[in-house]
């Protein structure tokens, strides 16, 4: 490996160090590098042990990475919690709106005559899903299609 | 882990590393840089510290208080043994020659 692709690789294998490890020890571990090179140590040696010394770095816990580690997990779970409410919310009027937009297209009788008729060639099953019920939440449960029973045969 | 003050006695070296007791030793005799302390090791014990443990046991024994960092010589920074550091390093070696004696003394009266 000629003298640029070894600086290079050297480079790049140290650019994987936090930013903090760079300005303490980059110069010189590249130096370091360079004298260890001229010894007749393999370039990819070097390369590896620069590595795993960054794999390390980052893997070791100090007192600010554990706060900001923390942090960063407590954000997201409060994201997450956030965004189920928020998709719960937006989810329970849809569901009242498509209700009552097939009871307004569809008249009593003609819905429970197909939804007999749909019963009809279908045994019922016990495991019939009940997708349409929010059991966790206590919900009622609403009525999500009359034009069949949601279910394949 | 905190600074060790030394005073406590117990060998903090045991959990460190091979490789920072290597350090130590090589910094018993005066300050030393990265290059400096791997020519020196590899002289002492035969052993090729690689570049990326060098700087990982440097810093955990700097975070410990066992040695300090000297002002920079161009790029380099030496590294100094402290107090704490010194009597950590002579607390190991004293545990290590216990084990050692014991060691040889079971084998002598395994007669193996």
Redesign the interface.
Known sequence: MDDSRTARLVETVLRCYPARWRRRHGDEAAELAALLIRDGTPAGSIAWSYLAGAAREWLTPRLGRRLSTMTCALLVAAGSLGASAGLLASAAPARAASTSQVRTSTSPVRASTSQASARAHCPPSASEPNADVLPAMGHPRVIIGEAGHGRSC | MGRWDGRSGQDVLRRVGEASVLILISLADGPK???AL?QDIKELSDV?L????L??AL?RLERLGLIESLP?DD???PYRITAPGAAALRAHLDSLERVSAAGRLRLQLGGI
């Open positions: 840089h990265g290059y791997i090729q690689g570049p990326g443990t700087y990982g810093d920079a790029r380099r920074h």
